[in-house]
Structure formats: structure tokens, C-alpha cells
């Protein structure tokens, strides 16, 4: 029987994955802080250039796979994941879908989905499913990249009203 996960260029064997780190975020980012404090974020192809050096010395000591669990919130951007992925001859990277938040859904997320139910007396989607699944089944924001996991965390004060995990 064969088992595969996906990674960033597609699915492999889950026997091909070899020594893996569960947890390695490649960059934690802001989109807000990005755009309007660029020297903050500084060159992308520099920063991009610094990526793929320490993950090729990551890979030369013998890890070969690293789970990146970097989802909205977090400041997640395939493509640029994609190209640090080409350079990465020996390192799979493998991405997760999910939204990262201390105590809040994101904002976007407030006056949508179930959050309108009490309003409309009815249960409204969550727009949450259909994001989530879509990246699992279809791939990231038209990348072709799927997510092979679900980023998900409960703390000590559990599920929020908003139906979302806290982390």
C-alpha cells in the first residue's frame, strides 16, 4: 500500500519524508506591517536568499522534511514558499491550512459565517470550511500547492465562541 503527504512541489512517499522537524516556521510575517514599514521586512530577495541557506545547511545535517504550520495569521505566502522550495534540492517542505490567533478569530472572520447566526435567526457556513478544505483539496490561493494539515491548537481557556481554537 502506498501513502503519500503533499509537499510544497507535489506528493511523495511518506517513506521519502526521513528525518522531519514537526514545527519550523520559515517566516512569521505581517502583511500590514510589510506594506507599510517595507525597510521592517527589508529585500525580499535577500530575505528569500537567507531562507534557503539555512535550510540547505538544515538539510546538510540531515533533516530532509520540516512542517511548516504558517497559515493566515501568520503571514503565509506560498509562492514565495515555492521558490524557496525550488532551490531546496534535498529539503521537503511540507505546508498546513488554518488560522493562527491568540484570542480572537481575525477580524475578517467577525460579521461572517457563524458569527451572523444569532442575526439571521439561521445557521450561516463558515467560511472557515470552505478556505480550509479548499486548500487541502484544491490547493493555496490558485498555487496548485496543497496543505497536508490542519494547524490546529486548544490552550487552557479551550474553544471560543467563535468557534475557532485558541493557541
Known amino acids: ?26 517566516f512569521v510575517l505581517s502583511a500590514d506591517v510589510q506594506q507599510n514599514y517595507p525597510d521592517e521586512w527589508g529585500d525580499e530577495e535577500t530575505r528569500v536568499a537567507d531562507a534557503v541557506q539555512k535550510l540547505s545547511a538544515l538539510g546538510a545535517q540531515g533533516v530532509r ?12 505566502y506560498i509562492p514565495r514558499i515555492q521558490r ?10 511540507v505546508v498546513a491550512t488554518g488560522c493562527y490567533t491568540y484570542d480572537d478569530v481575525p477580524f475578517f472572520f467577525h460579521h ?22 479548499g486548500d487541502i483539496e484544491d490547493g493555496i490561493a490558485g498555487t496548485g500547492v496543497k496543505a ?17 481554537v485558541r493557541h
Do not use: W
Open 112 to 133: 461572517r459565517g457563524p458569527a451572523l447566526n444569532a442575526i439571521t435567526g439561521a445557521e450561516v457556513p463558515d467560511p472557515m470550511v470552505d478556505m480550509f478544505v
Open 84 to 93: 524557496i522550495a525550488e532551490q531546496l534540492a534535498d529539503l521537503n517542505i
Open 1 to 26: 500500500m502506498s501513502t503519500t503527504v503533499q509537499t510544497v512541489p507535489g506528493p511523495i512517499e511518506t517513506s521519502a519524508l526521513g528525518r522531519t522537524y514537526l514545527h519550523e516556521h520559515i
Open 65 to 76: 522534511t520540516i512542517v511548516d504550520p504558517t497559515v493566515v495569521g501568520l503571514g503565509r
Open 148 to 164: 497536508a494539515l490542519l494547524k490546529c491548537a486548544i490552550d487552557a481557556q479551550g474553544l471560543t465562541p467563535g468557534g475557532l
